[in-house]
Nanobody, 126 residues
Framework: QVQLAESGGGLVQAGGSLRLSCAAS????????MGWFRQAPGKEREFVSYINWSRGNTIYADSVKGRFTISRGNAQNTVYLQMNNLKPEDTAVYFCSARLLGAQHEYYEAKGYDYWGQGTQVTVSS
């Protein structure tokens, strides 16, 4: 199994910044990629960003491109999401996720990820 734990959420004014972190433990050697998703009230879980666990290539949703940056920690058991120029529409619960080899769905689909953190709330006020 893989365990994921997010942290770093909070309340910030529009235009501000937050840095989310996700610590992975357990069978981390089985991870192919890590992803960030978010879910606002009444909406389905939305893809935010992706990073390949070993190669480091990254992908971003159009809604956050140019504002958010996903990166790996030096020990490579942690993934970060640096969020700049936050907007009220970024308000959501943010989830860290792990994608294993042989995933049956695409990287931008929640169904393409095998393990999930508990989520961390990000609230952006106007």
């Amino acid at each position: 199994q893989v365990q994921l734990a997010e942290s770093g959420g909070g309340l910030v004014q529009a235009g501000g910044s937050l840095r989310l972190s996700c610590a992975a433990s357990g069978r981390t050697f089985s991870i192919y990629a890590m992803g960030w998703f978010r879910q606002a009230p009444g909406k389905e879980r939305e893809f935010v960003s992706y990073i390949n666990w070993s190669r480091g290539n990254t992908i971003y949703a159009d809604s956050v491109k140019g504002r958010f940056t996903i990166s790996r920690g030096n020990a490579q058991n942690t993934v970060y999401l640096q969020m700049n120029n936050l907007k009220p529409e970024d308000t959501a619960v943010y989830f860290c996720s792990a994608r294993l080899l042989g995933a049956q769905h695409e990287y931008y689909e929640a169904k393409g990820y095998d393990y999930w953190g508990q989520g961390t709330q990000v609230t952006v006020s106007s």
